[in-house]
């Protein structure tokens, strides 16, 4: 069956340093992958998206790699800050637009 | 731009008794609307896609007559929770795109969390 991993379910890390969350999937041919962030008791806020053509993608402080071969997609958060600590999510989406969700990583940023 | 609220934020409700929950898009117009419930630390499930005068395409598994969609405007989706039980309880999230049934550019509601006594 078709099974999204975001292999970590919490992350600590120090502020300034880069954060890295990954999502891995199974069984399934993605036409694109999204990253949202989450806060606690909110809807999810669109980050970035990628297509299975491209292999990175950068918005300011972010980058997002997809590996179709791996089956891998890597969000890196450079020069992190507190404001960062969040829920984020990977989504993969088909062709057919037919979307399906990771369970999330929880990321704190300590000062 | 791309705004979409929910109303209400927040709802505690007896069992037995039905809930709804409205879904607008603020300054866009909604083709397709896409709800979904997420338990605690769990991912978001899609239940249901509403296209605008059209009926909902539930997911499998979601049950049709007990989560009734109505998407009779190109800004309001209302989905109404009947008969609701304690195992109903859950954080219910709309989204809305512009494009019909497109999942690429959609934009998500605040939430609503249900709590069902």
């Known amino acids: 069956s078709q099974k999204i991993e975001q292999n970590s379910e919490a992350l600590n890390i120090q502020e300034g340093k880069t954060a890295t969350l990954t999502c891995n999937y199974t069984n399934y041919s993605p036409a694109y992958l999204q990253w949202y962030r989450q806060d606690p008791g909110r809807g999810p806020v669109f980050l970035l998206l990628?297509?299975?053509?491209?292999k990175e993608k950068r918005k300011e402080r972010l980058k997002v790699t997809f590996d179709t071969t791996l089956k891998q997609s890597l969000f890196h958060i450079t020069a992190s800050q507190p404001a960062d600590s969040a829920t984020y999510l990977c989504a993969l989406a088909s062709s057919a637009s037919k979307i399906i969700f990771g369970s999330g990583t929880r990321l704190s940023i300590r000062p | 731009g791309a705004v979409v609220s929910q109303h209400p934020s927040r709802v505690i409700c007896k069992s037995g008794t039905s809930v709804k929950i409205e879904c607008r898009s603020l300054?866009?117009?909604?083709?397709?609307m896409f709800w979904y419930r997420q338990f605690p630390k769990q991912s978001l499930m899609l239940m249901a896609t509403?296209?605008?005068?059209?009926?909902?395409?539930?997911e499998q598994g979601v049950e049709k007559d007990k989560f009734l969609i109505n998407h009779a405007s190109l800004t309001l989706s209302t989905l109404t929770v009947t008969s609701a039980h304690p195992e109903d309880s859950s954080f219910y999230i709309c989204s809305a795109s512009a494009l019909a049934g497109r999942t690429d550019t959609q934009y998500f509601g605040p939430g609503t969390r249900l709590t069902v006594l």
């Open positions: 509403s296209n605008e005068g059209s009926k909902a395409t539930y």
């Open positions: 990628i297509r299975e053509n491209e």
């Open positions: 300054d866009f117009q909604a083709t397709t």
